[in-house]
């Protein structure tokens, strides 16, 4: 439609059913619809008048009240005394999915990121890269950008490069090597979802809950049935270990620093004590990331 026939009620009506059963998507959908008209504006390509998509005017006293929003949640994540043995599980599936899920929970990455590797990331070999074995992945890729200059290093446990070494190469596709790859039946070659894995975690846990035994859910999280939810990718691979790297009494590892653990997860912003920060911390790293590999594995002989 013509952009000055847009109303808040015309956009009430279209997100009111999203505005409730969604989290963040309508507030980011609508923030760029107010952004757009703010420029129309700003530059004269339209007449002036108020912004439709201004949550702090008419739109927000239309759209339902924050009482009948879907509430926020954590991530289900796996406790971390049955990481082994969810590890130990996984080494029964010997599929490609398989590879992710333990690729991306030993390198603490970020679902998307993990999934999204490529070959050309990866260096095995210090002639190739003075910090190998490492994966070196973009800044551009990543969640925080802006803030940090530096792209993010992964330094890799001997778990992970022994993985990788073990996995099969494609061609590459439109110029993307990626790692943990599928090929369609016209020969085409793409990345793994996530949801991929999180359907592969399903699969697991219905498999064991026929034989009887426990499934891998996050017991401080119920769906709407009152049953326990199943684990995801994303808050088993940060949530799980940073509960591991921060409990050193508990899982009977060193101490390690604070900065260490926060790059390993990639929790890194440019305020006062990060200001002169130019590089990750590579060499504690790889000592945290090669403990939490020996962990994940330690019920695997």
Same mark, same amino acid.
């Given at each position: 439609?013509?952009?000055?026939?847009?109303?808040?009620?015309?956009?009430?009506?279209?997100?009111?059913?999203?505005?409730?059963?969604?989290?963040?998507?309508?507030?980011?959908?609508?923030?760029?619809?107010?952004?757009?008209?703010?420029?129309?504006?700003?530059?004269?390509?339209?007449?002036?008048?108020?912004?439709?998509?201004?949550?702090?005017?008419?739109?927000?006293?239309?759209?339902?009240?924050?009482?009948?929003?879907?509430?926020?949640?954590?991530? &289900?994540?796996?406790?971390?005394?049955?990481?082994?043995?969810?590890?130990?599980?996984?080494?029964?599936?010997?599929?490609?999915?398989?590879?992710?899920?333990?690729?991306?929970?030993?390198?603490?990455?970020?679902?998307?990121?993990?999934?999204?590797?490529?070959?050309?990331?990866?260096?095995?070999?210090?002639?190739?890269?003075?910090?190998?074995?490492?994966?070196?992945?973009?800044?551009?890729?990543?969640?925080?950008?802006?803030?940090?200059?530096?792209?993010?290093?992964?330094?890799?446990?001997?778990?992970?490069?022994?993985?990788?070494?073990?996995?099969?190469?494609?061609?590459?596709?439109?110029?993307?090597?990626?790692?943990?790859?599928?090929?369609?039946?016209?020969?085409?070659?793409?990345?793994?979802?996530?949801?991929?894995?999180?359907?592969?975690?399903?699969?697991?846990?219905?498999?064991?809950?026929?034989?009887?035994?426990? &499934?891998?859910?996050?017991?401080?999280?119920?769906?709407?049935?009152?049953?326990?939810?199943?684990?995801?990718?994303?808050?088993?691979?940060?949530?799980?270990?940073?509960?591991?790297?921060?409990?050193?009494?508990?899982?009977?590892?060193?101490?390690?620093?604070?900065?260490?653990?926060?790059?390993?997860?990639?929790?890194?912003?440019?305020?006062?004590?990060?200001? +002169?920060?130019?590089?990750?911390?590579?060499?504690?790293?790889?000592?945290?990331?090669?403990?939490?590999?020996? +962990?994940?594995?330690?019920?695997?002989?």
């Amino acid at each position: 439609m013509n952009a000055q026939d847009l109303t808040p009620e015309l956009l009430a009506q279209a997100f009111k059913y999203k505005w409730t059963t969604m989290i963040d998507t309508p507030e980011r959908v609508i923030g760029e619809i107010k952004r757009a008209f703010d420029f129309a504006l700003r530059s004269g390509k339209i007449q002036p008048c108020l912004n439709p998509a201004d949550l702090k005017g008419r739109l927000r006293d239309l759209l339902p009240p924050d009482s009948m929003r879907a509430q926020k949640s954590h991530q &289900p994540a796996l406790p971390v005394d049955r990481i082994p043995e969810l590890f130990e599980e996984l080494q029964r599936h010997p599929s490609i999915t398989s590879k992710l899920i333990q690729y991306t929970i030993l390198t603490v990455s970020r679902a998307s990121n993990a999934r999204l590797s490529l070959w050309s990331e990866i260096y095995f070999d210090t002639k190739d890269h003075p910090q190998a074995p490492i994966q070196v992945t973009k800044r551009d890729e990543m969640k925080v950008k802006r803030v940090i200059k530096f792209d993010k290093e992964t330094p890799l446990s001997d778990q992970a490069v022994n993985l990788l070494k073990n996995l099969p190469k494609f061609v590459a596709s439109g110029g993307y090597d990626f790692v943990f790859a599928k090929a369609s039946v016209e020969g085409e070659i793409s990345p793994l979802s996530e949801a991929t894995c999180n359907s592969m975690i399903r699969k697991i846990n219905s498999s064991l809950i026929k034989k009887g035994e426990l &499934p891998f859910v996050d017991p401080d999280l119920e769906n709407p049935d009152g049953s326990l939810r199943n684990i995801t990718l994303y808050g088993t691979a940060r949530a799980s270990f940073e509960a591991w790297a921060y409990d050193s009494v508990r899982f009977n590892h060193k101490q390690f620093s604070e900065k260490a653990i926060e790059h390993c997860l990639d929790h890194v912003t440019e305020k006062y004590n990060n200001a +002169y920060l130019r590089k990750s911390v590579t060499g504690e790293m790889r000592e945290i990331l090669q403990a939490w590999a020996d +962990y994940c594995y330690s019920k695997i002989k």
